[in-house]
């Protein structure tokens, strides 16, 4: 049988990114479809951290706080960035679409994970989530992927595949400070991205399903309905 045991805790890599995993750790992820950062943005930023990893990687030791808080800072200035100008297919600018990843992400709440904050963007993903023990942030990522992918295909044209890069970014959260940036931060990507004027507006984050609105009802988009019928996620 594998040892999964780093993907509970400890430092390891499926590819370009590093992942570093704590038991009982919160984390910020963002997931994103395939195609949206060129192969040679990818390669650039590969190389700029390059120098924070072969740190951690030459001393065989998991990154500090502060090589995580430098990772982030790239990540967000840098990586972020690309995605919010909309390069490659923004699949999730389709609200039928995007209600089917926004219903993923909430089904096994209280079950499986417990989500402090979440939007979906048209062609990413952004979600700060605790997994219940003995929940891996691994299984409950491919859960929400290959079940959104699934069902979204089957609503495309032309099944895309893959339809999700198969890496993710994730940022273990050190505290309650950087809990608090890193929800900040999800919620007002809508807004930075230049998408609505208050994180509120945004349809598909927890910002804007946790306020209360007479309104609804009326050209809304019942995310949590959207994993009704057919398959659930995995």
């Given at each position: 049988?594998?040892?999964?045991?780093?993907?509970?805790?400890?430092?390891?890599?499926?590819?370009?990114?590093?992942?570093?995993?704590?038991?009982?750790?919160?984390?910020?992820?963002?997931?994103?479809?395939?195609?949206?950062?060129?192969?040679?943005?990818?390669?650039?930023?590969?190389?700029?951290?390059?120098?924070?990893?072969?740190?951690?990687?030459?001393?065989?030791?998991?990154?500090?706080?502060?090589e995580q808080e430098e990772l982030f800072r790239w990540y967000s200035s840098r990586v972020d960035k690309h995605l919010d100008a909309g390069h490659g297919t923004c699949?999730?600018?389709?609200?039928?679409?995007?209600?089917?990843?926004?219903?993923?992400?909430?089904?096994?709440?209280?079950?499986?994970?417990?989500?402090?904050?979440?939007?979906?963007?048209?062609?990413?993903?952004?979600?700060?989530?605790?997994?219940?023990?003995?929940?891996?942030?691994?299984?409950?990522?491919?859960?929400?992927?290959?079940?959104?992918?699934?069902?979204?295909?089957?609503?495309?044209?032309?099944?895309?595949?893959?339809?999700?890069?198969?890496?993710?970014?994730?940022?273990?959260?050190?505290?309650?400070?950087?809990?608090?940036?890193?929800?900040?931060?999800?919620?007002?990507?809508?807004?930075?991205?230049?998408?609505?004027?208050?994180?509120?507006?945004?349809?598909?984050?927890?910002?804007?399903?946790?306020?209360?609105?007479?309104?609804?009802?009326?050209?809304?988009?019942?995310?949590?309905?959207?994993?009704?019928?057919?398959?659930?996620?995995?």
């Open positions: 049988m594998p040892d999964n045991k780093h993907l509970v805790a400890g430092l390891h890599s499926r590819g370009v990114l590093p992942h570093l995993k704590r038991e009982g750790g919160t984390y910020f992820v963002t997931f994103r479809l395939a195609g949206t950062l060129p192969k040679e943005v990818l390669l650039r930023f590969k190389q700029e951290r390059a120098a924070i990893l072969q740190q951690a990687e030459g001393a065989k030791r998991p990154l500090t706080w502060h699949h999730l600018c389709d609200p039928e679409l995007a209600a089917i990843v926004a219903g993923a992400i909430q089904f096994f709440e209280g079950q499986r994970y417990e989500l402090r904050a979440w939007v979906v963007m048209p062609n990413h993903v952004h979600v700060v989530v605790w997994p219940k023990p003995p929940q891996t942030l691994s299984a409950i990522l491919h859960s929400w992927k290959s079940y959104s992918a699934h069902e979204i295909n089957h609503r495309l044209p032309a099944p895309v595949v893959p339809f999700w890069q198969g890496e993710s970014y994730d940022h273990l959260i050190r505290d309650e400070d950087d809990l608090h940036r890193c929800c900040h931060y999800t919620l007002m990507n809508p807004v930075n991205a230049g998408l609505c004027a208050r994180m509120e507006d945004w349809k598909w984050s927890s910002a804007y399903v946790a306020q209360p609105s007479p309104a609804a009802g009326a050209g809304t988009v019942p995310v949590r309905s959207a994993t009704t019928g057919g398959e659930t996620p995995l």
